[in-house]
């Protein structure tokens, strides 16, 4: 593997780039109290939730409230050569919003208006601040819903920079299938515009999809259309205990492999059962569990929930429980949800080493139990969840922040899991994105040529390399 060591990867090497007193006086000018100093307001927007440490705030962090906004502040950068970070609600995992070359914070979460809702083409255009639940607030009206839920209610900016997904995403794809078109202002600060409203196009490169998942190193997006579907006649959800996690990984082999149209399908360990129990106080049996919905007509979700329950009884399921109303939905999601906090508030005073990975759903029981082998093997306290119906999980271990060998321990788990995901046919990150913790990977998975060629198109589009330098590769 070409991946750094444990000790790289947890501090970052930072080559700050001087931050001159004309531009940060330039912006004061043109942003007056937008643009802050404050060092309380940029360490808020020098960290994430990443297990990076020791990388220096930002300068200075720029509110902008609309497209020229972020286009005068992309010019001003360009000029002076600043690096500049696009910033949401600051919930990246892989240390996406670290200044490890110095430079601005440009926070977009003031630019959080729907600016139309088309209901008749089932599609929605926003600005880069709206969360995904406040997209769901403004159409539910209409019978209408956006599928993509990573989980935290994460910005649609930030979603589409980091081509999210969830736990939607077996039946409802990725924010990739999910984004029609874009406005976006590049690295000089011009205004662009990317696709259409119409559902497809053969014109030209596809530079909507050049632009999710880059993370911020190509450009910022303004302006974001998306798809909306209509709300599901009927919608049910239940829960199903397991006496392994293989029990409930084959049962979702089989589930997939069969073509039931599953909506969600959730993996979640027998530790995160715990600590999900004690923290939304709730009393779900403590062992390897789904957690499924179905989505359709009220036959179609009854047919499909007889036949998961069918495989989930062939392979020792248990305690098949319905959430049969939507608050209890509500609730139950809620948990899945926060299983993340529940796993760290486990350990008190701990941090979070979390990683993910995908792989072909043929391969997800080789890939994952392998790796439940090691991590229990190793003695660091673990959590497991995974949007297992579509090949992706999530493993986050639960660290020590003041022990060198903890964290040795959890980062070359995280190598082995990578190392054997690419093995196997699958992606060193199914969701989080390469940030700074993937970077070492994205050459064994892609291949020199692959990344040499990303490489030339960042240089291509932002020579000077303002736009989030640092991230996905290293362009010297």
Same mark, same amino acid.
């Given at each position: 593997?070409?991946?750094?060591?444990?000790?790289?990867? @947890?501090?970052?090497?930072?080559? @700050?780039?001087?931050?001159?007193?004309?531009?940060?006086?330039?912006?004061?000018?043109?942003?007056?109290?937008?643009?802050?100093?404050?060092?309380?307001?940029? *360490?808020?927007?020098?960290?994430?939730?990443?297990?990076?440490?020791?990388?220096?705030?930002?300068?200075?962090?720029?509110?902008?409230?609309?497209?020229?906004?972020?286009?005068?502040?992309?010019?001003?950068?360009?000029?002076?050569?600043?690096?500049?970070?696009?910033?949401?609600?600051?919930?990246?995992?892989?240390?996406?919003?670290?200044?490890?070359?110095?430079?601005?914070?440009?926070?977009?979460?003031?630019?959080?208006?729907?600016?139309?809702?088309?209901?008749?083409?089932?599609?929605?255009?926003?600005?880069?601040?709206?969360?995904?639940?406040?997209?769901?607030?403004?159409?539910?009206?209409?019978?209408?819903?956006?599928?993509?839920?990573?989980?935290?209610?994460?910005?649609?900016?930030?979603?589409?920079?980091?081509?999210?997904?969830?736990?939607?995403?077996?039946?409802?794809?990725?924010?990739? *299938?999910?984004?029609?078109?874009?406005?976006?202002?590049?690295?000089?600060?011009?205004?662009?515009?990317?696709?259409?409203?119409?559902?497809?196009?053969?014109?030209?490169?596809?530079?909507?999809?050049?632009?999710?998942?880059? *993370?911020?190193?190509?450009?910022?997006?303004?302006?974001?259309?998306?798809?909306?579907?209509?709300?599901?006649?009927?919608?049910?959800?239940?829960?199903?205990?397991?006496?392994?996690?293989?029990?409930?990984?084959?049962?979702?082999?089989?589930?997939?492999?069969?073509?039931?149209?599953?909506?969600?399908?959730?993996?979640?360990?027998?530790?995160?059962?715990?600590?999900?129990?004690?923290?939304?106080? @709730?009393?779900?049996?403590?062992?390897?569990?789904?957690?499924?919905?179905?989505?359709?007509?009220?036959?179609?979700?009854?047919?499909?929930?007889?036949?998961?329950?069918?495989?989930?009884?062939?392979?020792?399921?248990?305690?098949?429980?319905?959430?049969?109303?939507?608050?209890?939905?509500?609730?139950?999601?809620?948990?899945?949800?926060?299983?993340?906090?529940?796993?760290?508030?486990?350990?008190?005073?701990?941090?979070?080493?979390?990683?993910?990975?995908?792989?072909?759903?043929?391969?997800?029981?080789?890939?994952?139990?392998?790796?439940?082998?090691?991590?229990?093997?190793?003695?660091?306290?673990?959590?497991?969840?995974?949007?297992?119906?579509?090949?992706?999980?999530?493993?986050?271990? @639960?660290?020590?922040?003041?022990?060198?060998?903890?964290?040795?321990?959890? *980062?070359?788990?995280?190598?082995?899991?990578?190392?054997?995901?690419?093995?196997?046919?699958?992606?060193?990150?199914?969701?989080?994105?390469?940030?700074?913790?993937?970077?070492?990977?994205?050459?064994?998975?892609?291949?020199?040529?692959?990344?040499?060629?990303?490489?030339?198109?960042?240089?291509?589009?932002?020579?000077?390399?303002?736009?989030?330098?640092?991230?996905?590769?290293?362009?010297?």
């Amino acid at each position: 593997m070409n991946a750094p060591t444990p000790s790289d990867v @947890l501090r970052p090497q930072t080559h @700050l780039r001087e931050v001159p007193h004309d531009f940060l006086a330039a912006l004061k000018t043109r942003f007056g109290p937008a643009c802050s100093t404050a060092l309380a307001v940029r *360490e808020q927007h020098g960290r994430d939730e990443s297990p990076f440490t020791h990388v220096p705030p930002p300068a200075a962090v720029v509110f902008a409230e609309c497209t020229a906004d972020v286009a005068d502040a992309l010019r001003l950068a360009a000029q002076f050569k600043v690096p500049v970070i696009p910033f949401g609600v600051g919930s990246s995992l892989e240390g996406h919003l670290l200044a490890v070359q110095g430079g601005i914070s440009l926070d977009v979460s003031r630019m959080n208006r729907v600016l139309s809702v088309n209901a008749e083409d089932l599609t929605v255009t926003v600005q880069p601040g709206v969360t995904r639940k406040a997209v769901n607030d403004a159409v539910k009206s209409d019978g209408l819903f956006f599928p993509i839920d990573p989980g935290a209610d994460a910005s649609i900016g930030g979603m589409a920079a980091t081509r999210a997904s969830g736990t939607n995403a077996v039946r409802y794809g990725t924010m990739r *299938e999910n984004v029609l078109a874009l406005e976006v202002v590049t690295a000089q600060g011009n205004v662009i515009r990317t696709g259409t409203r119409a559902k497809k196009s053969s014109a030209g490169y596809d530079l909507t999809r050049l632009m999710v998942g880059s *993370e911020g190193t190509l450009g910022v997006m303004t302006e974001i259309t998306l798809k909306l579907y209509p709300l599901p006649e009927a919608v049910s959800a239940a829960t199903c205990s397991f006496p392994s996690i293989e029990a409930a990984v084959r049962t979702t082999i089989t589930t997939i492999q069969m073509g039931i149209p599953i909506a969600r399908c959730e993996l979640i360990d027998a530790a995160s059962v715990r600590a999900v129990n004690a923290h939304s106080k @709730l009393n779900l049996r403590e062992e390897p569990m789904l957690l499924m919905e179905f989505h359709g007509s009220p036959a179609s979700v009854q047919e499909q929930a007889e036949l998961v329950q069918d495989i989930a009884a062939e392979h020792g399921g248990e305690s098949f429980e319905w959430a049969t109303t939507p608050e209890d939905r509500t609730r139950l999601w809620t948990a899945r949800h926060n299983a993340y906090f529940a796993a760290v508030q486990s350990r008190p005073g701990c941090r979070a080493i979390t990683t993910d990975t995908c792989v072909p759903i043929s391969r997800l029981a080789d890939c994952l139990l392998d790796s439940v082998a090691e991590a229990d093997a190793s003695g660091i306290p673990y959590f497991l969840v995974g949007h297992v119906g579509d090949g992706n999980f999530h493993f986050g271990y @639960l660290i020590d922040p003041d022990s060198a060998q903890e964290r040795e321990t959890a *980062e070359a788990l995280n190598h082995r899991l990578v190392a054997r995901a690419l093995a196997l046919e699958g992606t060193c990150t199914g969701e989080h994105g390469v940030g700074l913790h993937k970077m070492g990977f994205l050459r064994d998975e892609t291949g020199a040529g692959a990344v040499d060629m990303m490489r030339a198109i960042k240089q291509a589009l932002d020579p000077d390399n303002i736009l989030n330098p640092g991230k996905i590769f290293c362009m010297d």
